[in-house]
Nanobody, 121 residues
């Protein structure tokens, strides 16, 4: 069974940086991504890394966030720079088995418990 544990959240001022980590039991052949959800708002895909290594980002975070993987440590990262108050949310790591670069909905996959990110103005 795939298990995901997020860490690295916290409170920072606007313009600051945080790096989120997602320790995974295994993510070989899995698509992985970061999602966030603020109170009263729908869950939003922040960044994803498909099984073929391709990455994508939400328009709101392009140029500021970077998703990466460390295969040796079996860890997924989200480097967040130039943080804005609107980035405040609970951030979740998710994984779903993919193949040939295709990723089915993460809704059918695995999710971590989340880590809170709060950005003050």
């Amino acid at each position: 069974q795939v298990q995901l544990v997020e860490s690295g959240g916290g409170s920072v001022q606007a313009g600051g940086s945080l790096r989120l980590s997602c320790a995974a039991t295994t993510y070989s052949d899995y698509c992985m991504g970061w999602f966030r959800q603020a109170p009263g708002k729908e869950r939003e895909r922040v960044a994803s890394d498909a099984s073929d290594g391709s990455t994508s980002y939400a328009d709101s975070v392009k140029g500021r966030f970077t998703i990466s993987k460390d295969n040796a440590k079996n860890t997924l990262y989200l480097q967040m720079n130039s943080l804005k108050p609107e980035d405040t949310a609970m951030y979740y790591c998710a994984a779903v088995r993919g193949w040939n670069g295709y990723c089915p909905s993460y809704n059918s996959g695995y999710w971590g418990q989340g880590t809170q990110v709060t950005v003050s103005s």
